[in-house]
């Protein structure tokens, strides 16, 4: 059974930093392209970061690029979210998804092509 269990989410202050992370069972992430996606309240779910299983490739949202960091240890089969100069527009559910086939600039936003997610953990920031 695949499970991706998210943690790491919390309500924060604009302008502070949170870490999420996302382990995986039942799969090994080393054979996924992986990706973040968050969904805010009434809002359609939308694509924040993908990385590449190699670990070499990695594409973000325009907004979230310069602030946001996604990055991956296979040993401990799990993937990360650095998320820095948190804005209140950021808040939102965070899940993780991965993909087995490779993704690249063009189709890693595509919520569709990703086998496996988690529940998420709520990211919630204050102004």
């Known amino acids: 059974q695949v499970q991706l269990v998210e943690s790491g989410g919390e309500l924060v202050q604009a302008g502070a930093s949170l870490r999420l992370s996302c382990v995986a069972s039942?799969?090994?992430?080393?054979?996924?392209?992986m990706a973040w996606f968050r969904q805010a309240p009434g809002k359609e779910r939308e694509f924040v970061a993908a990385n590449r299983r190699t670990g070499t490739d990695t594409f973000y949202d325009d907004s979230v690029k310069g602030r946001f960091t996604i990055s991956r240890d296979n040993t401990k089969n799990t993937v990360y979210l650095q998320m820095n100069s948190l804005k209140p527009e950021d808040t939102a559910l965070y899940s993780c998804?991965?993909?087995?086939?490779?993704?690249?600039?063009?189709?890693?936003?595509?919520?569709?092509?990703?086998?496996?997610w988690g529940r998420g953990t709520q990211v919630t920031v204050s102004s």
């Open positions: 039942g799969i090994k992430i080393s054979w996924y392209d």
């Open positions: 998804a991965a993909n087995v086939n490779p993704v690249s600039a063009s189709n890693a936003p595509l919520a569709r092509d990703y086998e496996h």
